[in-house]
């Protein structure tokens, strides 16, 4: 098999990473570009070309929900560190890839296999003088040391949790250790963000982190993972969870679970929002006797029909408060409080340049006293 044809298998289950994502993976036509790139959001907001790979699909873990899990019937495909460096550059200079997120199977142990990772990422950064986007994964079982390397060489750094807690874990991948293996390297990670001078990281500053967890294969409830969430958001300064709704992949333990959702994902993702954004504590949010949240609504929209009881004031309601209105994001309260400094807000369509979704804000509001013209019939 050749680069193209190795590389093409190893991204080949890639989507099952969000990652950076900010829409599904394209697999284009012709076979030099038949490599899955996402189209991704870098922290900074520049949207990038991504690569996301592993270095090779090889694994001795047996992690219930993966494709690449071992024992599995699938090809798979090795680069050494050297290797990949260099195509990734080809990729790179060739214009198909700006960026790249970059993971493994676990082979000879956690630390071995971050060896090769943190080899691949040094090549490319010191050898090649490579300075784009490198999000790297941080391997179950790898030491604190390299944690810190790996913090040194990239723009973001994640481990996975894959499940709320340990319970959970022992379902989903019984080899994995939820607090050795996986909390604690996430813990390394702030610590060191808190305790070492930023400019050991090759930008200057250290890296985001980030985690993933797989929703609904083994009876996790909402509450369980926006719990996990809350605590790494609070704790850990997490820049954001991602969550992939389960899908169930042949020959593995899971094959036959029903898979999870897309609904119950993307309701996963507004209520981490609240909850790191809005000032949310997820004792507020609503849930269903199993302790998940409804799926027939967003749970701004429904927590406010239940505790707005009086319209709030736009022209006097603080930041917190405005924040709690649905329609209302991070911009448009930080635009109503700097528009109201100079003149009163009088009229709803005052509110739409600030990217104040009106319809959902209108039931919730009054604006200088008044409630807005119009009102829908969800009050
Ligand atoms: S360790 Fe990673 S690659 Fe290996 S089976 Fe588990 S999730 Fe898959």
């Not at 798979?76 to 993971?103: C, E, M, N, V």
């Not at 990281?201 to 993972?225: C, I, K, M, N």
């Not at 849930?287 to 736009?314: F, H, T, V």
Request: net charge positive.
């Amino acid at each position: 098999m050749d680069d193209i044809g190795r590389l093409i298998d190893l991204t080949s289950q890639m989507h099952l990473e969000p990652g950076e994502d900010v829409n599904c993976p394209q697999l284009s036509q012709s076979k030099k570009d038949a490599i899955i790139t996402s189209n991704a959001v870098l922290p900074n907001g520049k949207k990038i070309k991504l690569l996301k790979t592993l270095l090779t699909s090889a694994c001795e873990r047996n992690c219930y929900y993966c494709p690449f899990r071992s024992g599995r019937d699938l090809r798979r495909a090795t680069f050494s560190p050297d290797d990949f460096a260099k195509l990734y550059l080809q990729l790179h200079k060739g214009g198909i890839a700006d960026g790249i997120f970059l993971s493994s199977g676990v082979i000879n142990g956690g630390i071995n296999t971050q060896d090769k990772l943190l080899a691949t990422v040094d090549i490319l950064r010191r050898k090649y003088q490579y300075n784009g986007y490198i999000h790297l994964k941080i391997m179950p079982g790898a030491e604190k040391a390299q944690v810190e390397e790996a913090m040194r060489l990239a723009d973001r750094v994640s481990i996975n949790l894959e499940a709320p807690n340990t319970e959970r874990l022992l379902q989903l991948a019984p080899l994995k250790q939820y607090t050795d293996e996986l909390l604690r390297p996430l813990q390394w990670v702030e610590e060191i963000r808190r305790t070492q001078p930023g400019n050991r990281a090759w930008r200057g500053y250290w890296p985001s982190s980030v985690t993933q967890f797989v929703v609904g294969a083994v009876g996790d409830t909402d509450l369980e993972l926006l719990s996990t969430t809350q605590n790494l958001y609070h704790q850990l300064k997490l820049k954001r969870a991602y969550f992939s709704a389960f899908s169930p992949i042949s020959d593995t333990p899971l094959e036959n679970q029903t898979a999870t959702s897309p609904m119950r994902e993307h309701r996963l993702y507004e209520a981490s929002f609240l909850v790191r954004d809005y000032g949310f504590d997820i004792e507020e949010l609503p849930y269903d006797k199993q302790g998940n949240l409804p799926l027939e609504s967003d749970p701004k929209l429904m927590w406010a029909r239940k505790n707005i009881n009086e319209p709030i004031e736009i022209n006097t309601a603080d930041r917190e408060r405005l924040l709690r209105i649905p329609g209302v994001g991070i911009k448009g309260a930080g635009e109503i409080l700097k528009a109201r400094r100079k003149n009163l807000i009088r009229d709803i369509g005052e509110l739409r340049p600030f990217g104040v979704n009106i319809n959902r804000a209108k039931p919730f509001i009054t604006l200088n006293g008044r409630r807005p013209a119009h009102q829908l019939k969800l009050w």
